[in-house]
T-cell receptor, first 113, second 115 residues
Framework: NAGVTQTPKFQVLKTGQSMTLQCAQD?????MSWYRQDPGMGLRLIHY???????DQGEVPNGYNVSRSTTEDFPLRLLSAAPSQTSVYFC????????????FGPGTRLTVT | QKEVEQDPGPLSVPEGAIVSLNCTYS??????FMWYRQYSRKGPELLMY????GNKEDGRFTAQVDKSSKYISLFIRDSQPSDSATYLC???????????????FGKGITLSVRP
C-alpha cells in the first residue's frame, strides 16, 4: 500500500497563476483533509471532506478550492496564487472510528514569487 | 487564549537525557490526545495516542494525560540523536470522523539530541 501520496513534491508559481495539488490514498478512508504548515504557525486546516461529495472549510480556506468526487482523491486548487500561499501543504486521511489516527502525506513545498 | 498551547522551544539535550514535552488545552471537550513526530522535510507521523487520564508507555516513550488540569506530556527516556525532530501534540473531541472531528494541533516543538 502506498498510503497517502501527494504530487508534486515541489512547485514554484508566479503570482496569479493557478494550480492543483494532488492527493491520493489507498486506505479507503472516509475523512481527508488539507493543511498548510508555516514556521511559527503550526499546522492549519484548509479544507476537509468526510466522504465523497462532501467538503467543508477549515480555518484558512480563502484562496483554495477542493472537491471530492471519489473516496481516493482529494485535490486542492489554488485559484490565483499569492506570495502568502508560500507554504508546505500536507494532505491527511483518517478512517471511520479512528479518532486521532491520522495519516499524513509527504507534503508539497510551494513557493509563490 | 488558544485552544492548545505548546512550549515553543527549540529544545536541545545531550544524548541519554530524559525529555519532557508539554501541552495545555482549554477545551474540556477534548477526549483523545495524540503526539505526532515530524522529521525534517517529512509529513507528521503518529507516535502516541491515548484517550484516558493517566500514563501510556511505548518503549522509551510515555504519554501522560491529566484531564483535570488540561495538561498532556510526552516523556522520552534515554533520548537518542534519532529522536531529533519536531513533536506536535494534537487532540480531538470524538473518535468518529464526522464534521466536528477535526484535530487541533499545538504549534510543535523542535527537539535536538546532541551525541
Amino acid at each position: 500500500n502506498a498510503g497517502v501520496t501527494q504530487t508534486p513534491k515541489f512547485q514554484v508559481l508566479k503570482t496569479g497563476q493557478s494550480m492543483t495539488l494532488q492527493c491520493a490514498q489507498d486506505m479507503n478512508h472516509e475523512y481527508m483533509s488539507w493543511y498548510r504548515q508555516d514556521p511559527g504557525m503550526g499546522l492549519r486546516l484548509i479544507h476537509y471532506s468526510v466522504g465523497a461529495g462532501i467538503t467543508d472549510q477549515g480555518e484558512v480556506p480563502n484562496g483554495y478550492n477542493v472537491s471530492r468526487s471519489t473516496t481516493e482523491d482529494f485535490p486542492l486548487r489554488l485559484l490565483s496564487a499569492a506570495p502568502s500561499q508560500t507554504s508546505v501543504y500536507f494532505c491527511a486521511t483518517r478512517g471511520r472510528g479512528a479518532g486521532g489516527e491520522q495519516y499524513f502525506g509527504p507534503g508539497t513545498r510551494l513557493t509563490v514569487t | 487564549q488558544k485552544e492548545v498551547e505548546q512550549d515553543p522551544g527549540p529544545l536541545s539535550v545531550p544524548e541519554g537525557a530524559i525529555v519532557s514535552l508539554n501541552c495545555t488545552y482549554s477545551n474540556s471537550a477534548f477526549q483523545y490526545f495524540m503526539w505526532y513526530r515530524q522529521y525534517s522535510r517529512k509529513g507528521p507521523e503518529l507516535l502516541m495516542y491515548t484517550y484516558s487520564s493517566g500514563n501510556k508507555e511505548d518503549g522509551r516513550f510515555t504519554a501522560q494525560v491529566d484531564k483535570s488540569s488540561k495538561y498532556i506530556s510526552l516523556f522520552i527516556r534515554d533520548s537518542q540523536p534519532s529522536d531529533s525532530a519536531t513533536y506536535l501534540c494534537a487532540m480531538t473531541t470524538t473518535v468518529y470522523t464526522g464534521a466536528n472531528s477535526k484535530l487541533t494541533f499545538g504549534k510543535g516543538i523542535t527537539l535536538s539530541v546532541r551525541p
